[in-house]
């Protein structure tokens, strides 16, 4: 099972290098679990890390109902994010690289300690967090046409591809984010909403949930490191030339145009 494990994380490693989707992993692999899935991911990190890469923090995907329905799971999952996928606010972004890119919008959690599972709580990740600001994640499938199951998006690093994090820092003490408004635009025009409540009822029970489930693998949530807490809306195509702005109640705004 560990020469398979290895053998996928280098599929997934040259179809990230080479910008060339692969089948679908369930389809070739069906008997596949959760658990191996994450080891295939866990894999291709470390082999980044090995290159100089740098873990500078964690995503969590498929925190809506919606999302879980379709890929008929119960569960969120989680994908790691390091340094080389971070873009700078208001930043214009190269499709280059990628290969059927999508945006999803979202709030992002800063932490001023360490949070380590299995038994986080809510008042915990609070009492961890330094602030939250308004992040963009940029996903990406390495997988033909987004024909994806759950164990699909677990190897390939939660679909992880880019971040944009902006905003104005604000404390979490301060906010209930289950009631945080956000208006997304496409070049001015507004085409969607919603509120923090569409993640997991409240954002902080989704990083709770991170730090309890990173504990199976002896991964700790680390002091300075961003956690993207899951999109609050449906995910979005991305075309040459358009520029999206998430507009969140009391802590600001972030944007990204697309060259």
């Known amino acids: 099972m560990l020469e398979l494990i290895s053998e996928y994380a280098s599929i997934l490693l040259k179809a990230e290098d080479t910008h060339v989707a692969i089948e679908p992993i369930t389809k070739i692999f069906p008997s596949i679990t959760v658990d191996e899935a994450y080891q295939i991911q866990l894999e291709q990190i470390a082999a980044k890390v090995k290159k100089g890469r740098k873990i500078v923090g964690k995503k ?3 925190t809506s109902k919606a999302m879980q329905n379709m890929l008929n799971v119960k569960q969120p999952d989680y994908g790691h994010l390091l340094d080389d996928m971070m873009i700078i606010d208001g930043e214009t972004m190269s499709l280059d690289g990628l290969i059927q890119p999508k945006l999803e919008f979202e709030i992002a959690f800063v932490l001023k300690k ?17 602030y939250v600001v308004p992040a963009i994640e ?38 209930d984010l289950s009631l945080l408004g956000m208006a997304v635009y496409r070049n001015g025009q507004l085409f969607d909403t919603a509120a923090g409540a569409a993640v997991m009822a409240n954002p902080i029970h989704a990083v709770a949930w991170l730090a309890n489930s ?46």
């Open 60 to 62: 969590i995907g498929l």
């Open 138 to 175: 940029v996903i990406d499938s390495r997988i033909e046409n987004w024909n994806i199951k759950f164990e699909d998006t677990v190897a390939d690093n939660g679909s992880s591809a880019r971040a944009v994090i902006g905003g104005k820092p604000t404390p979490i003490s301060d906010l």
């Open 214 to 259: 990173l504990a199976k693998y002896d991964i700790s949530l680390y002091k300075g490191e961003i956690v993207l807490s899951g999109a609050l809306t449906a995910a979005v195509p991305v075309t040459s030339g358009d520029t999206f702005t998430a507009k969140f109640d009391r802590i600001g705004e972030v944007s990204l145009t697309i060259k």
């Open 114 to 130: 360490d949070l380590k599972g299995p038994v986080v709580t809510f008042q915990d990740v609070i009492e961890a967090t330094d």
